[in-house]
């Protein structure tokens, strides 16, 4: 079955760093997946969408690469800030919609 | 505008009780998803609606989960005779229409804990 993995220990970095989290799937060919953000008690909210045929993503700070042939997706924040403090959750994208999430990764910044 | 409402935000019941919960989309989308979450995992896929009709069910566990959206817009999740390992958080995501590069909204979750 479609499987996908995220590092389940929580990140800590310092202020200003770059954080960097892994998102890797197996059993499934996803023509797009998707990286959103999910803070205590709220639904996540989308960030980025990244297709099988573009290796990187840029929005602001956040960027997304997308490697097929390792069945794996990074995923930057560049001048980390406190307030990027959250659990990032990485999905595969069916065809129709339906999304498949890893278990997410928390994210800690320290000032 | 506003977001993706979901009622109630908090439900206690007993096991063995029925439940219902409540997902407003915004308005004009045409998806919705319903997801549950538990706790320190990444939601899982239940059911998505393409207007009025469920256009895939296949992750709702067992024959005690059944969800409508029968005018194409409001959808209510039922449980029926509920379980202690359904307690989860339920979320409600709505998009313009379905496709993979359509962006979901979530709703904050019906936070549901059985007794």
């Known amino acids: 079955s479609q499987k996908i993995e995220q590092n389940s220990e929580a990140l800590n970095i310092q202020e200003g760093k770059t954080a960097t989290l892994t998102c890797n799937y197996t059993?499934?060919?996803?023509?797009?997946l998707q990286w959103y953000r999910q803070d205590p008690g709220r639904g996540p909210v989308f960030l980025l969408l990244?297709?099988?045929?573009?290796k990187e993503k840029r929005k602001e700070r956040l960027k997304v690469t997308f490697d097929t042939t390792l069945k794996q997706s990074l995923f930057h924040i560049t001048a980390s800030q406190p307030a990027d403090s959250a659990t990032y959750l990485c999905?595969?994208?069916?065809?129709?919609?339906?999304?498949?999430f890893g278990q997410g990764t928390t994210l800690q910044v320290k000032p | 505008g506003a977001g993706v409402s979901q009622t109630p935000s908090n439900k206690v019941t007993e096991k063995g009780k029925y439940v219902e919960l409540r997902c407003d989309p915004i308005?004009?989308?045409?998806?919705l998803y319903w997801y549950r979450q538990s706790l320190g995992q990444g939601p899982e896929f239940l059911i998505y609606?393409?207007?009025?009709?469920?256009?895939?069910d296949s992750g709702l566990p067992n024959d005690r989960f059944f969800a409508v959206r029968p005018e194409g817009s409001v959808s209510t999740l039922k449980i029926q005779r509920t379980e202690r390992g359904d307690s989860a958080v339920y979320l409600c995501?709505?998009?313009?229409?379905?496709?993979?590069?359509?962006?979901?909204?979530f709703g904050p979750g019906t936070r549901l804990l059985v007794l």
């Open positions: 995501a709505s998009s313009v229409r379905q496709g993979a590069r359509e962006t979901q909204y």
């Open positions: 059993n499934y060919s996803p023509a797009y």
């Open positions: 990244i297709r099988e045929n573009e």
């Open positions: 999905a595969l994208v069916s065809n129709t919609g339906k999304l498949i």
């Open positions: 308005s004009g989308h045409t998806a």
């Open positions: 609606f393409q207007g009025t009709g469920a256009a895939d």
